[in-house]
């Protein structure tokens, strides 16, 4: 990324910054404004974005900047080789509704899956430390933000499979019940929960071996990943007869999903487990900054396997707060494998000093009252 601009963003009237391409290092007091700004960025992906929160809630409750209909936006500018693209997001309101819109390349795109082609983003947050304990849905979210870098066509299926599943809670619980209206949602479901399932099975191998091959060396514990729940089952089937498994579990399950009012089985209600495997201990039973240090070493190979199949390009990384936690040996660590996959991170921290490794190997700011004083 080389440029990067936001409007009526959180805390940001309007801000833009222009880059060098090297990690970024955000330094301020909390409440400066430097996650907000992560947050920003995380929004030129599918989904939500790190905080997950609702599309209006990015909008900045100051007063703003006259930007028409808009009610916030976020551009970049991304090189990739000889290639410049122009990406950007926002909320727009109109005809007494307000929509997301998606810009690639001055034109608009026909939703963000479309941004995924272009930038790969993973992000660790505060928030997240404690991933192996929280919920299987959030463990979920981290694996299909990894499997996005790889497969950029799985926020599409999942966008597909999320809309059927949808639709057939709705006519379970509100009629009508028409059996062939729910066999094509079904057949939906099935086809694109199993290419679903396969997608994370491929990548959670992928990463395995990238982890294996660099168990013993670094400083980071190397983890073990597995698949549980239904996702380990569909993958278990084969081609069709997964697919067509997954639809008759599906056509058995109307009557349990309409009195429950939730869909019971499917890649929705799969979970993603870890072990740290030099310690032959399951993730969720190691302790906080064990987890840590095992969720650093997972988004590390993410990376790496990226930068392989890119030929070189290694997907942006957010990592919020992420050197407070870390003792002097594991920072010096991070930031050298940072630079060795010539990632471009984006760190933040509020004591500068934390950074002083990277030196001016990085673009270094000082973030106040939502203003940018280069460092370095």
């Not at 929280?134 to 066509?153: I, T």
């Not at 993730?283 to 240090?293: L, V």
């Amino acid at each position: 990324m080389t440029r990067l601009a936001l409007a009526n963003f959180r805390s940001y009237a309007r801000a833009e910054l222009v880059l060098s391409g090297r990690p970024v290092v955000l330094a301020g007091s909390n409440g400066a404004g430097k996650t907000n700004l992560l947050d920003a960025i995380s929004l030129l992906s599918p989904g939500r974005g790190l905080r997950g929160a609702q599309l209006a809630e990015h909008t900045r409750k100051a007063p703003q900047m006259a930007a028409g209909d808009v009610l916030w936006a976020v551009s970049a500018t991304i090189r990739r080789d000889n290639e410049s693209y122009e990406i950007g997001t926002g909320l727009v309101s109109g005809a007494g509704s307000e929509r997301r819109e998606v810009h690639l390349n001055g034109a608009p795109a026909q939703n963000s899956a479309d941004l995924a082609e272009i930038v790969q983003l993973v992000w660790l947050t505060p928030a997240m430390d404690r991933l192996f304990s929280d919920s299987a849905s959030a463990r979920r979210r981290f694996l299909d933000r990894l499997v996005l870098g790889f497969e950029p066509q799985h926020a599409r299926l999942s966008l597909r499979y999320e809309q059927a599943m949808r639709e057939r809670a709705r006519l379970l619980r509100l009629g009508p019940r028409d059996p062939g209206w729910l066999a094509a949602l079904e057949k939906e479901m099935a086809e694109t929960g199993v290419e679903i399932a396969m997608a994370r099975a491929r990548i959670a191998g992928r990463l395995n071996a990238s982890l294996h091959h660099r168990e013993q060396a670094g400083v980071f514990p190397a983890a073990q990943l597995a698949l549980a729940g239904d996702t380990d089952r569909l993958v278990a089937e084969k081609g069709e007869e997964a697919v067509e498994a997954q639809r008759a579990n599906l056509a058995a399950a109307r009557i349990r999903d309409a009195e429950s009012r939730r869909t019971t089985v499917g890649p929705h209600v799969s979970d993603l487990t870890a072990r740290h495997t030099m310690k032959r201990m399951d993730a969720r039973d190691c302790s906080t900054g064990e987890q840590k240090a095992l969720l650093i070493s997972i988004v590390l190979a993410n990376a790496r396997e990226l930068a392989q199949l890119r030929g070189g390009h290694a997907p942006l990384l957010l990592l919020d707060e992420i050197a407070a936690h870390l003792d002097a040996r594991r920072r010096a660590a991070l930031f050298e494998e940072i630079l060795a996959l010539g990632a471009q991170a984006w760190l933040t921290g509020t004591d500068i000093s934390l950074f002083e490794n990277l030196g001016s190997r990085a673009d270094i700011f000082l973030v106040e009252a939502g203003q940018f004083t280069r460092q370095s």
